[in-house]
């Protein structure tokens, strides 16, 4: 359980990262939080031959909330930042809804959301985060303007997103919710902290009457990737106090295809699918009222 | 197979700064204990589900087994051995431990007394930790012996020698829970 041979650099700054990663191509691999990387070196899953340690570059730790509302989250910035953070919290609370459920805080004091991100892993809480916001991953390479890609493309399949060779995520931006929408986060582990069984992010909409006029859904553990669905049409045009959200909940259970391992079988997370649902949504429904409340 | 490019690292562990020369994949963990020579940090899983390496880095608890130690140079590092106080007294959570019988085979011991230290410092002295409180704060950390319940009464009877030993007398349930 000790991790393979390696090199290592540690450039102070982007622009010397950049050249690093250019260099070395596929050789290379971004080492910033470590909490899923290190694992996997000392399980000798991964075996690279260079890591390039982007903890000394100052400038990468910054959490801003932008003009629409939309949270921009820096490629050092700790889960623990981000979960302290009231900004990010009052313009987003979802981003801490979501990240009091990543680990534990010795590991939420060392792993980075926007690493979490890059690493693309299904069960994440983050990623399920991005995609239902709507949001982007600031790209990174030497010599080319930074590319902007949005969450539906950058993740490709388990543990594996669009970040090509030499290329650096340099931050996350998660999207601003749209007027009179709430959100809920919910996840089923077998101990706290763990990898979630099945997780949820619901976001709903709500018209001027608070009837149901949006209602979408990214799941954890369930797919290959942070798929986002649209279960408006099980509640469309219902009071966000009586919505038939059980039957959204079934809804949902008919769009994903779950697979089973070791700690749930794909039928018990296509019920945990329903069940998180259903609880969820009258959640965020209320967090719509009450947020429409507060901006009126 | 060529041998492995060293790094000289100036590792400051409990107040001490060292220099150690290690590869680039010596874990913390390993430097703390086999450069170092301080094996009161204990290794368990060693991929950072345990909690038994916990050390604390610039004051905040972290996994030594989920860091390098060519990382660790500018941080300031306190292992177990560096919790006691000045005037060489337990700090407040060993004293607990003793107290509340928190330990039996002790494997996991230094983590829990690294992660409830730093815990201790979010709340003033005279605040009661709660023992829901007390669950999430040892949530990381593995304990195969105990069941955990003398762990959670230790995290409130630290706090209570920790207010005690700054003249504060504590408010709320915590004192009667552990009588």
């Known amino acids: ?296 | 197979m060529t041998s492995e490019q060293q790094f000289t690292v100036s590792l400051s562990v409990n107040g001490t700064t060292m220099p150690v020369t290690v590869p680039a994949r010596r874990l913390l963990s390993d430097a703390i204990r086999h450069d170092l020579e301080l094996t009161g940090t204990h290794v368990g899983c060693e991929h950072g589900v345990c909690g038994a390496c916990t050390v604390l880095l610039d004051g905040v608890p972290v996994r030594s087994c989920l860091m390098f130690a060519v990382q660790a140079e500018g941080h300031e590092v306190t292992t177990v051995e560096g919790l006691a106080e000045a005037d060489g007294r337990p700090h407040p959570v060993q004293e607990a431990f003793r107290d509340c019988h928190g330990l039996q085979c002790g494997f996991c011991t230094p983590g829990f007394l690294t992660t409830i230290a730093a815990a201790l410092d979010d709340y003033e002295p005279g605040t009661a930790i709660s023992d829901d409180e007390a669950r999430e704060i040892v949530g990381g950390n593995l304990c195969r012996c105990t069941g955990y319940q003398n762990i959670v009464k230790a995290v409130g009877r630290a706090q209570e020698i920790r207010s005690q030993r700054a003249g504060v007398a504590l408010k709320s349930h915590s004192a009667s829970e552990h009588a």
């Open chain 1, 1 to 296: 359980m000790k991790p393979p041979a390696f090199g290592y650099a540690a450039p102070a700054s982007v622009e010397e990262a950049l050249v690093v990663l250019a260099d070395l191509g596929y050789d290379g691999k971004v080492l910033a939080g470590g909490q899923s990387l290190i694992p996997l070196l000392s399980m000798r899953l991964t075996a690279p031959h260079t890591l390039v340690d982007i903890n000394r570059i100052p400038g990468l730790s910054h959490i801003s909330v932008a003009g629409d509302g939309s949270v921009i989250v820096g490629a050092l910035v700790r889960h623990a930042e981000l979960l302290a953070d009231e900004s990010a919290f009052s313009a987003l609370p979802l981003l801490r809804r979501a990240t009091s459920n990543v680990a534990h805080p010795a590991i939420r004091n060392r792993g980075t959301t926007c690493g979490s991100v890059a690493h693309a892993d299904p069960s994440g809480e983050m990623t399920a985060i991005l995609a239902i916001t709507g949001g982007s991953v600031q790209i990174a390479a030497q010599g080319a303007a930074i590319r902007d890609v949005p969450a539906r493309e950058f993740f490709l399949g388990p543990l594996e997103s669009c970040l090509g060779a030499g290329e650096l995520a340099v931050s996350v931006t998660f999207g601003a919710p749209a007027a009179r929408t709430g959100s809920a986060f919910l996840e089923l582990a077998r101990r706290r902290g763990d990898y979630a069984m099945c997780g949820v992010a619901v976001a709903v909409t709500l018209d001027d009457e608070n009837a149901v006029s949006e209602v979408r859904a990214a799941y954890l553990s369930v797919g290959p990737i942070p798929e986002v669905h649209d279960l408006t049409s099980a509640v469309a045009g219902q009071q966000s106090t009586s919505a038939d959200w059980a039957g959204a909940g079934e809804f949902a259970t008919t769009l994903v295809e779950p697979e089973g391992d070791l700690h749930a079988s794909a039928d018990y997370r296509r019920r945990l699918v329903a069940v998180l649902t259903e609880r969820a949504l009258p959640q965020a429904a209320a967090d719509a009222v009450a947020r429409a409340e507060v901006a009126a």
